[in-house]
Structure formats: C-alpha cells, structure tokens
C-alpha cells in the first residue's frame, strides 16, 4: 500500500496495518488521540510531537504559532517555509516581514496578533498541502481558534482562503467576500499572501483596502 492510500485511510479513521519493515515508523506505536480540550500547553506539546501525516518525517520541527493568548485578529497562512521551519515560527521570513509591516500598517503590532498556519509542518519543497495534510492538522488550528475566540480570523493567500472558507474561488472573488469560520463562526476575511505582495508590489494597492476594512471590522467589535 502506497504512502499516500496509507494517509487517506488514517485520515478517514481507517486502522493501517503494515509490516513493521515495510512501515516508515511503528505505526501500532503512534498515539491518536482526539484534539478537543487541551489547553495552550498541552496543545502545544501534542503538536510538538504529532506524528498524524507524513509531513512529521521531513520536519526540523513544528510550527505552532505565535502572540497574544488575548489577541482579537488570528493570522492563519498556508504552511511554514524553511526559515518558519529552521526558527520554530511562523512568518519570519521575507514574507513575514511584509506581513508585520502590513499588520502594524493598521496600527496592530505583531505582538497583539496571534499567528499561525493551516499546516503545522513544512511540505517538502514548500509544495501545496495536500487536502488531507491540511484535513489531518486542521484540529489543531480549531482547537487555537476555540481557546483563542478571536473577533476576527485573516486568511492570507489563496490556499488558506480556500482551506477557511471550504470554497475554490480565486483569491480576486474570495478577498471580496465576507465569511465565518467553523463551529463558533468566527468572522473571516481574505488577502494576498506577503509573498505573492513581494512578487507582484503593484496589488499591494489592493491588500491595503483589505487590511481597511480588518481595522474597521474589528474597531466596529471593540
Ligand atoms: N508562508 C506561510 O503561509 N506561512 C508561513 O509561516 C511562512 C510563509
């Protein structure tokens, strides 16, 4: 069985019996236990050792999140890159440097926000998530999203745009829209991506009026 039908099966509950020398890891060994009422810490630590898709395999290490357990406004992004997966954090790269500068922009220091990906951990080459690897480490991002109760969650880029709003429209339509998200609908919105803002400066025009209608959204909330 292929590395891939072996992560659907999980994914979907299904138990996967492999011959140990077959087996990438011992699978009877891996603790799976629901995501449901951890607290930060606790979280924190399962994350830490989650071995829930193929992706745990490549990693330096996971990619939690990062701010304020009190912030208003949750940054969710597709996945970390090599630096996010080097330093542990999201958004430190050169994107992540044009998403603080975005963000304090609106008055918001990236210390008053929280931030945080889809994927807790990096695909290799900094590929698409897979549907599953995002289905897979979704709990994770709920479980922040439930102790967290931010005012308002940002997709940024098409990937955790479409991820969010279970949509596959494209980033132009989904920027336009207005959203909630999951159980405690949790009002979302969707920009760029700081990356796609870093190759293509002329739509930074465009992100501009999003991160507007972000301070007013969560100023109409406050
Ligand atoms: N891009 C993302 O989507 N997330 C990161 O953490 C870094 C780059």
Redesign the pocket.
Known sequence: MSGRQQQYLRAMGIPVWVERAAAPMPVDAVEVSEVGNEDWDSLRREVSACQRCGLHAGRTQT?FGVGSERAQLLVV?????AE?DRRGE??V?R??QLLTAMLKAIDLPRGEVYIA?VLKCRPPNNRDPDPIEAETCTPYLQRQIDLLQPKLILA??RI?GQWLTGTSLPLGKLRLGSYTYGKGNVPLLVTY?P?YLLRSPGQKRLAWEDLKRVRALLDAQS
């Open positions: 990619v992004g597709e996945a970390p890159g996010e999201p958004f790269g994107a992540g990906n940024v880029g955790a991506h990356a």
